[in-house]
């Protein structure tokens, strides 16, 4: 039997290349390097697929999105429904999420979010963790070994999070609750200690209901502690010959009810003055599902009590050497002077398509204060309110499982 090949994918800004090759070769497979633009006829001979970690288009959006909305995935799925291989390592669990071939490859069902312990963000983790199967060693294709497994871990958003309010316990019955965080005897966690992020369940790695996709956000790749984990892909595909099964690429154009936030108190608009990258890739993945549309990103913040003064006097909140201000009071537009400490009058740089994203929890406002609440503004130009509301569109402002979309009016 020739040795399995394994193509391990590179998006810009992934990188965990070298180590994944590394432990790919390792433990008995080869290793194929296939950037996101090559020409996909150099897969045709593959065996399975490696997603490495990273900062794939340096998390724009959210962690993930962009490349999971790239060509190349509505290839990968068609492979996996073959039952090829497809394991995603922490960005590469992020994408698989955001594809929605993890879970059940049924539309985004889940969301890997922001690390959040008891209401407060942690920002970016980098430890070691615990990790244990959850599952029967011949359940998934990462999963046939036995004890605890010891290994690093390092991301912003990792945190497996879903509103189905029945999606876990589904996942718990059909065993694809794959790999939990535990302490060092296999206990499932139970506290931040061996749970760092917060994910639901302890959850630490899902796979969809056939097995051969795995989304996991620790990294076995940076240790030898981890070869287990791709030993274990190899048995898979030397056990499990590929089905011949025609995969249709599903077109979301289903429109989801997106309720009015009328305008209260006073809210704040930054502006960056500076090319805003992230708001050109948003609106690049966008494009692909609307060619005509355009899009403005504000940062937001609404105050409870009138003092964007101050907050605007606060460079950690505001930059006015790469950022602008407007502020709005009900019908009142105004433009913030950093110069004069004053504000001008200004017409409003809202349209009727404005669509405003806050994170659940809303984690920033912490840092402004008592009543505050912050998220991020999508000022759409170019297509109708109907189009904006389609799933495929809202699904690139927010995850809607980790995130609410409201229009501003």
């Known amino acids: 039997m020739r040795m399995p090949k ?66 190349l995935l509505q290839f990968i799925k068609v492979e996996a429904s073959k039952g090829k291989v497809v394991i995603g390592n922490c960005n590469g669990a992020q994408i698989l999420v955001e594809s929605g071939l993890i879970p059940n490859a049924d539309g985004l069902e889940m969301s890997l979010a922001k690390n959040v312990v008891d209401g407060h963000a942690t920002g970016f983790i980098n430890e070691w963790v615990w990790i244990t199967p959850q599952c029967d060693t011949s359940r998934c294709a990462t999963s046939n070994w036995n004890g605890t497994m ?87 595909i030397e056990n499990h010959p590929l089905r011949e099964k025609e995969y249709v690429v599903k077109n979301n154009n289903s429109k989801r009810e997106v309720q009015e936030r009328v305008a209260s108190g006073t809210e704040i608009f930054i502006e960056t003055i500076i090319v805003n990258n992230e708001e050109r890739t948003v609106q690049q993945a966008a494009k692909r599902e609307k060619q005509n549309i355009t899009i403005k990103q504000l940062r937001y913040i609404s105050l409870e009590s009138d003092t964007a003064h101050s907050v605007l006097r606060t460079m950690t ?86 995130s609410t979309i409201k229009r501003l009016v």
């Open 6 to 71: 394994i193509a391990v994918v590179s998006f810009p800004g992934n990188n965990c290349e070298v180590e994944s090759i590394r432990a790919i070769r390792n433990n008995g497979m080869e290793p194929v390097f296939f950037r996101w633009n090559d020409d996909v006829s150099k897969l045709i001979d593959v065996d399975g697929y490696f997603i490495p970690g990273g900062f794939s288009y340096e998390d724009r959006g959210r962690a993930g999105m962009v490349a999971a909305r790239d060509p």
């Open 150 to 236: 010891h290994i690093p871990l390092a991301h912003g958003e990792g945190r497996f999070t879903t509103k189905d309010t029945v999606l876990w316990q589904k996942l718990h019955d059909n065993n694809q609750l794959a790999f939990v965080y535990c302490d060092e005897v296999g206990n499932v966690a139970s506290s931040t200690t061996y749970n760092p992020n917060g994910s639901e369940m302890s959850a630490a790695g899902i796979c969809n209901p056939e097995g051969n996709v795995v989304a996991l956000m620790p990294h076995p790749e940076r240790t030898p502690l981890g070869d287990p984990y791709f030993a274990s892909i190899k048995t898979w």
């Open 317 to 402: 909140h505001f930059n006015p050497n790469k950022e602008t201000a407007y502020i709005r009071r009900r019908d009142s537009f105004t433009k913030w002077n950093a110069d004069t400490k004053s504000e001008e009058q200004h017409k409003s740089i809202l349209s009727d398509n404005t669509l405003l994203r806050t994170d659940e929890p809303d984690t920033d406002s912490q840092k402004i204060g008592k009543g505050a609440e912050c998220g991020v503004c999508y000022v759409c130009s170019g297509v109708s309110f109907e189009e904006v509301c389609e799933e495929s569109i809202l699904n690139i402002f927010g995850n809607p499982h980790a």
